[in-house]
Nanobody
C-alpha cells in the first residue's frame, strides 16, 4: 500500500507562516501529480494548490501569491509553504495525488488524517 502523510500544521498568528509536508510512505517510486486540499466543518473540501507531474503549478484564487507548492523528488515529499496567513485559512489540510509505485503501477492515494492549521490572534 502507498500513503501520503501530512504534517506541519499548528497554530499561528495572522500574518505568520507555516510549511506543511506531504510525505510518501510504502512502495512509492515517484510522486506524480499531487494536490493540497483543505476543509472546514460543514464545508466541502477545496483544492488550494496542485503540482502536476511536469511541475506546472495551479493555485486557488484565495491563496495565490501567499501559498507555494513544491516537490522534493529525492525525499518523495510535497510541501506547501503558507505565508501571510489569515484566519480564513484555518482548516484541516490534506494532500492527495497520483503516485508511481515500485511495481510501475500508477495509483491514486486515499485521503489521510490531515493536519490542522489554526490562524488566530
Amino acid at each position: 500500500q502507498v500513503h501520503l502523510v501530512e504534517s506541519g500544521g499548528g497554530w499561528v498568528q495572522p500574518g505568520g507562516s507555516l510549511r506543511l509536508s506531504c510525505a510518501a510512505s510504502g512502495s512509492v517510486q515517484r510522486l506524480n501529480a499531487v494536490g493540497w486540499y483543505r476543509q472546514t466543518p460543514g464545508q466541502e473540501r477545496e483544492r488550494v494548490a496542485y503540482i502536476t507531474s511536469d511541475a506546472r503549478l495551479v493555485y486557488a484564487d484565495s491563496v495565490k501569491g501567499r501559498f507555494t507548492i513544491s516537490r522534493d523528488s529525492t525525499r518523495k515529499t510535497v510541501y506547501l509553504q503558507m505565508n501571510s496567513l489569515i484566519p480564513e485559512d484555518t482548516a484541516v489540510y490534506y494532500c492527495k495525488g497520483l503516485v508511481a509505485t515500485t511495481s510501475t503501477n500508477i495509483v491514486t492515494t486515499d485521503w489521510g488524517q490531515g493536519t490542522q492549521v489554526t490562524v488566530s490572534a
